[in-house]
């Protein structure tokens, strides 16, 4: 039984420091400039070591995607106190998704690279939805994953599906208690939002030095961005 903990262990730290070291390449240049021999090196493993835990450099990069939305979720279920109104419980996703895309920015290259391979095959989203909604984990599942050529982009869009059903479900909490009354569909009002904090917690990263030059400090930026996304949750 030791015995197993220690390989147990010693596979988990031998996949960490594999991720590490990708997200360090991944973070730096375009997912298709980075190798998995240089990955390889900067984890101390060979490459046939690696390909023991990934099949290829595309479930390296979309394995660090799915683990962010896994911490982002569990931080969001965990962290959101009963008593706090939809409305607040809302502003505070809100909060979390500007933060998380100063923090990891890397995530957005993740988005766009699943989204652009969505918008290029034929792949239905709704078939992967469904198929998600019968049961993470469940055997079915398992062998639905196991049947297709890149069951990390299902695993990547689970979670975004998580993450998507706690904004709705929040919106339906202060539409329920009259903290949130636009008028528009939840999920709609959800993506408008996560879509909006995302996209400006990009530009923000991306013109950090034009903004130091003239003065304007993100802090300011962000007050103004709630302010705009507040108003649209109370507008009917």
């Known amino acids: 039984m030791k015995k197993k903990k220690l390989r147990a262990r010693k596979k988990e730290r031998t996949e960490q420091a594999i991720l590490i070291a990708a997200e360090e390449f991944f973070s730096k240049r375009p997912m298709d400039e980075v190798n998995l021999e240089e990955i390889a090196e900067a ?25 962010q939305f896994i911490a982002i979720n569990d931080y969001n279920e965990e962290n959101f106190p009963n008593d706090l109104t939809g409305f607040d419980q809302y502003m505070q996703l809100v909060v979390t998704a500007f933060e998380d895309g100063i923090a990891k920015p890397l995530i957005f290259s993740i988005l766009r690279e699943f989204f652009a391979r969505i ?114 949750a109370r507008n009917p």
């Open 119 to 232: 918008n290029q095959s034929d792949i239905s989203l709704k078939e992967w939805a469904a198929e998600i909604k019968k049961g993470v984990g469940r055997p079915r599942f398992e062998r639905f994953l196991k049947e297709i050529e890149e069951p990390y982009l299902v695993r990547f869009y689970s979670q975004l599906l998580r993450n998507r059903d706690t904004w709705i479900k929040v919106i339906k909490k202060g539409k329920a208690d009259g903290t949130i009354v636009n008028e528009l569909e939840e999920s709609h009002i959800a993506q408008f939002a996560y879509m909006f904090m995302s996209g400006m917690a990009e530009e923000i990263k991306l013109r950090d030095s034009e903004l130091d030059l003239i003065g304007l400090k993100p802090t300011t930026l962000f007050e103004r961005i709630q302010d705009l996304i507040s108003a649209f």
């Open 43 to 67: 984890a101390f493993v060979s490459r046939t070591t690696l390909y023991n835990y990934f099949k290829n450099k595309d479930a390296i990069f979309f394995e660090l995607g799915i683990r």
